[in-house]
């Protein structure tokens, strides 16, 4: 006969203490398949938000160089603009500056021209000096019988004409220059005004006329006979 332990039943199950094997365990409940995929978009979703973000400052940096590129293009393209207009200008008054300390010498040239006194070696010197002033764009104006302009004459005589209809240049005492479209010495001229009264008043005029007419119908008439009668 065997001896029976105190408190102990074969048909109870025996208790698995924390210091069994794994295989004595229970096995734990497995995670879901839902819980495992839903870790990973939630993931994908702050990754696709992130990127875009970046993507959006990267393109506002991208527009701020851009309009910044455009901007100092811009600026350099006026500068370009204005050096050769300022360059334009400088050149164009040293030319100006430089002719119209030689006008003294064309006018005297053009006064040896006029008494015959441009002859021999002097005659090829003045005629290259003029041939070069021209080709600087030294342009000279003023001629008799042209209309008095103040604004490219200077009047230094005035007299009255029975000729002239308007204020009109009769003598050129020194031509004008110009270089383009800018005047560096007006022509200064002697300019002569219609008399005055000379002008008879067109209602005035008009009248003369139908006397006159009236005076050679008249005359016709009496060489004639006078005018038919019935």
Same mark, same amino acid.
């Given at each position: 006969?065997?001896?029976?332990?105190?408190?102990?039943?074969?048909?109870?199950?025996?208790?698995?203490?924390?210091?069994?094997?794994?295989?004595?365990?229970?096995?734990?409940?497995?995670?879901?398949?839902?819980?495992?995929?839903?870790?990973?978009?939630?993931?994908?979703?702050?990754?696709?938000?992130?990127?875009?973000?970046?993507?959006?400052?990267?393109?506002?940096?991208?527009?701020?160089?851009?309009?910044?590129?455009?901007? +100092? $293009?811009?600026?350099?393209?006026?500068?370009? =603009?204005?050096?050769?207009?300022? @360059? *334009? !200008? %400088?050149? &164009?008054?040293?030319?100006?500056?430089?002719?119209?300390?030689?006008?003294?010498?064309?006018?005297?040239?053009?006064?040896?021209?006029?008494?015959?006194?441009?002859?021999?070696?002097?005659?090829?010197?003045?005629?290259?000096?003029?041939?070069?002033?021209?080709?600087?764009?030294?342009?000279?104006?003023?001629?008799?019988?042209?209309?008095?302009?103040?604004?490219?004459?200077?009047?230094?005589?005035?007299?009255?004409?029975?000729?002239?209809?308007?204020?009109?240049?009769?003598?050129? +005492? $020194?031509?004008?220059?110009?270089?383009?479209? =800018?005047?560096?010495?007006?022509? @200064? *001229? !002697? %300019?002569? &005004?219609?008399?005055?009264?000379?002008?008879?008043?067109?209602?005035?005029?008009?009248?003369?006329?139908?006397?006159?007419?009236?005076?050679?119908?008249?005359?016709?008439?009496?060489?004639?006979?006078?005018?038919?009668?019935?």
């Amino acid at each position: 006969m065997t001896e029976e332990t105190p408190g102990f039943d074969e048909n109870e199950p025996a208790d698995v203490s924390s210091g069994d094997t794994p295989e004595a365990a229970e096995p734990q409940a497995a995670p879901s398949s839902d819980e495992e995929g839903a870790a990973p978009a939630g993931d994908d979703a702050a990754a696709s938000v992130g990127l875009t973000a970046q993507l959006d400052q990267a393109r506002s940096a991208l527009n701020e160089r851009t309009a910044d590129l455009q901007r +100092l $293009q811009a600026e350099f393209q006026n500068y370009r =603009r204005r050096v050769e207009r300022d @360059r *334009v !200008a %400088v050149k &164009e008054v040293a030319v100006a500056n430089l002719l119209t300390e030689l006008l003294p010498t064309l006018d005297d040239i053009g006064r040896a021209r006029e008494h015959g006194e441009l002859v021999g070696g002097f005659k090829s010197v003045a005629e290259s000096l003029e041939t070069v002033a021209a080709k600087m764009g030294l342009q000279q104006f003023g001629k008799e019988g042209e209309p008095f302009d103040p604004t490219i004459h200077e009047a230094l005589m005035h007299s009255y004409a029975p000729d002239v209809t308007e204020t009109t240049c009769v003598a050129i +005492l $020194q031509p004008g220059y110009r270089i383009g479209e =800018r005047t560096i010495r007006p022509a @200064r *001229v !002697a %300019v002569a &005004e219609p008399q005055p009264g000379a002008q008879p008043v067109k209602g005035e005029s008009d009248g003369d006329s139908n006397s006159k007419a009236e005076t050679a119908e008249a005359a016709d008439d009496k060489d004639s006979g006078g005018p038919d009668e019935g």
